[in-house]
């Protein structure tokens, strides 16, 4: 099995800025083939239902949620199949838990799962 592990969150200011990575361990034949999912953050305020940030493909092709736009970026070490979202600009009502998650998409893993989540990091901005 795959477990993805995320880190770099914690409690910032306003305007402050704060990396999240995410980095995949456990099988390495499952974690090789995870070159070729979708991998993308995700966030859960409190009462608020998971919402997509951004999500970045094995081609590098980018979406981007409105509310993030021109503030986060999201990049990925395709040899390492690890995560990366840089927050700039952060405000209050991005608190948030934020959850990395690996998505097969159209291609077949085989023995390995179809979609990993990582156990999230939380995300506190002070006003």
């Known amino acids: 099995q795959v477990q993805l592990v995320e880190s770099g969150g914690g409690l910032v200011q306003a305007g402050g800025s704060l990396r999240l990575s995410c980095a995949p361990s456990g099988d390495t034949i499952c974690i090789a083939g995870m070159e070729w999912y979708v991998m993308g953050w995700y966030r859960q305020a409190p009462g608020k239902e998971r919402e997509l940030v951004a999500d970045?493909?094995?081609?590098?092709?980018?979406k981007y949620a409105d509310f993030v736009k021109g503030r986060f970026t999201i990049t990925r070490d395709s040899a390492k199949n690890t995560l990366y979202l840089q927050m700039h600009s952060l405000k209050p009502e991005d608190t948030a838990v934020y959850y990395c998650q690996a998505g097969a998409g159209g291609y077949d893993p085989g023995l390995c799962e179809n979609e990993y989540w990582g156990q999230g990091a939380q995300v506190t901005v002070s006003s």
């Open positions: 970045i493909t094995a081609g590098g092709t980018i």
